[in-house]
């Protein structure tokens, strides 16, 4: 069943699975990733079209350390992981699929349903 065969290219970004990738697919090329980064919070960088970055700001540390362990557990939920890095009042999280050294839409849903948090 494809993508669109089973309507879920209607449903928004944090509502889908991240898909495995196998590899030996193009990552998305610059066209492609417009449309997807427009459905995620601003904050959201696409860098230089191969990884998504976003920094968050807490009041302190602990905060902090409760984001990365819920956007952790998103992580396990989802079996796509980011890299996460933390400290005093801030976590910035990186995004890319290492597979195929680019970005794939289910870096995308993870963004959004980072987003979420």
């Known amino acids: 069943m494809t993508t669109a065969t089973c309507g879920a290219d209607k449903m928004a970004l944090h509502e ?64 796509h992981h980011a890299d996460f890095d933390f400290g005093w009042g801030r976590a910035k999280v990186t995004i890319w699929t290492h597979k195929i050294d680019g970005l794939t839409e289910s870096d995308f849903v993870l963004a959004a349903k980072l987003d979420q948090l």
């Open 16 to 79: 889908r699975r991240c898909i495995p990738c196998e590899g030996g697919v193009p990552p998305l090329g610059e066209e492609q990733i417009k449309p997807l980064i427009s459905q995620l919070n601003d904050d959201w960088e696409a860098v230089e079209s191969h990884h998504l970055e976003r920094v968050w700001q807490f009041p302190d540390f602990q905060s902090a350390l409760d984001f990365v362990n819920a956007a952790g557990a998103v992580c396990e939920e989802e079996f």
